[in-house]
């Protein structure tokens, strides 16, 4: 009797000791989980979620010690200042990465301060091309930019829908204002003309004298720089007031639920999201039955298979520099060449952008987004 609870003595004492040689790497998620825009935050955050419980599920060993994965999921409520305290709280708590922020207008000001830390983010949606361009080297992004979505959907506009006129409004923040202005850009490059821009702002639900006053001008396309949780508003008053132009925007309103806010007024509109569609990625559509099966399908919104592959290239780069030092990894995010589900051969060019990004041109039909091209940017 004894001898047996000496073993057992000895036994918790080792396992002691080998959870005492593990290792906690906390991988911060931000993104707004509450408000309007929750839908996307929450979708965001589970892609981070579900590629915390693969990772803790392969056992993996880092520097001799086994890796404990852990998610410090954090509200920025879509705000700029609230995302600068959420960025100084996950500095200050030291975490080994970040994934985010999913609005451009919030990575804008967080990434300064990860530079300033050395700790590296990747943002899974943020499309602003002007955060890269801060030269910071702890930034990254996992997605097509502004200039490939606005400039995509402006060649669309020209080539497939035979667009002689357009009409642009923007919400005034960094990622509406940065898509509308490529947007329009481009379309006047391509001998579109604009005829009329008009702006309001992301909390806005009445669009009634915008509208009027573009009524008068009869454009054939009229885009718009936002969220879906404005484009579905607008959608409807297009519908009421007469307005037989077609509705545009960027991956800010290529979501579900723009159906939801919008019903029957949206069938027609088009947008474009950065990446392929899930039938087109590499492991697309296996990935989605597991989120499915987890999360729920009606979870899926646009951005998780992003932020899912986020949270690997930060864990494989700890792997390859065999250290959960962020000051240690960071270099080898830059030179990564990752086999993820959104990719094949994940690769961030010197300035943070993801290298030979894709777009992918949806229409929404029936109440339903249905792709209808998908384009690579060179």
């Known amino acids: 009797m004894k001898l047996k609870y000496a073993l057992l003595g000895l036994s918790l004492a080792i396992g002691t000791a080998y959870a005492a040689d593990d290792v906690t790497v906390v991988i911060g998620s931000a993104a707004p989980m509450s408000g309007p825009q929750a839908a996307f935050g929450q979708d965001n955050t589970n892609g981070v979620r579900m590629a915390i419980n693969d990772l803790n599920k392969q056992n993996i060993m880092i520097g001799g010690k086994k890796v404990i994965w852990k998610i410090d999921a954090q509200d920025d409520q879509a705000d700029p200042k609230q995302a600068t305290s959420v960025a100084q709280k996950f500095v200050d708590e030291k975490v080994n990465g970040v994934v985010g922020h999913l609005n451009s207008g919030c990575t804008f000001p967080a990434s300064r301060i990860y530079n300033n830390a050395g700790i590296p983010n990747i943002t899974p949606s943020s499309t602003d091309p002007k955060i890269a361009e801060q030269g910071f080297k702890t930034f990254f992004r996992i997605i097509a930019n502004d200039n490939a979505l606005g400039a995509g959907l402006a060649n ?6 035979k667009a002689k006129t357009v009409a642009v409004i923007d919400d005034r923040t960094a990622y509406g204002q940065g898509v509308a202005d490529v947007f329009a850009a481009t379309a006047k490059k391509d001998g579109l003309k604009v005829l009329d821009r008009e702006y309001t702002n ?3 639900t009445d669009f009634s004298a915008i ?3 573009i009524k008068s001008t009869n454009p054939d396309v009229i885009f718009y720089g936002g969220m879906y949780t404005q484009a579905g508003p607008l959608a409807r008053q297009l519908k009421q007031l007469g307005i037989k132009a077609t509705l ?13 806010l919008g019903g029957d007024a949206v069938n027609g509109t088009v947008c474009a999201e950065g990446g392929s569609p899930l039938s087109q990625m590499p492991g697309g559509e296996a990935w989605k039955k597991r989120y499915d099966a987890e999360f729920g399908a009606k979870a899926f919104q646009i951005y998780s298979p992003y932020s899912y592959d986020a949270t690997m290239v930060l864990a494989k780069a700890m792997e390859k520099a065999k250290s959960t030092d962020p000051k240690k990894y960071l270099s080898y995010i830059q030179n990564i060449d990752y086999n993820g589900v959104t990719k094949n051969k994940i690769h961030f060019m010197a300035n943070g952008n993801l290298a030979d990004p894709s777009i992918t041109i949806s ?3 029936g109440g339903e987004k249905k792709v209808v091209a998908v384009e690579q940017v060179k």
């Open 202 to 204: 992301d909390k806005a």
């Open 156 to 161: 669309y506009a020209k080539k497939e829908l």
């Open 363 to 365: 229409k929404f039909e």
């Open 211 to 213: 509208l009027t006053k």
């Open 248 to 260: 545009m925007g960027g991956d800010g309103i290529c979501a579900p639920d723009l159906a939801k």
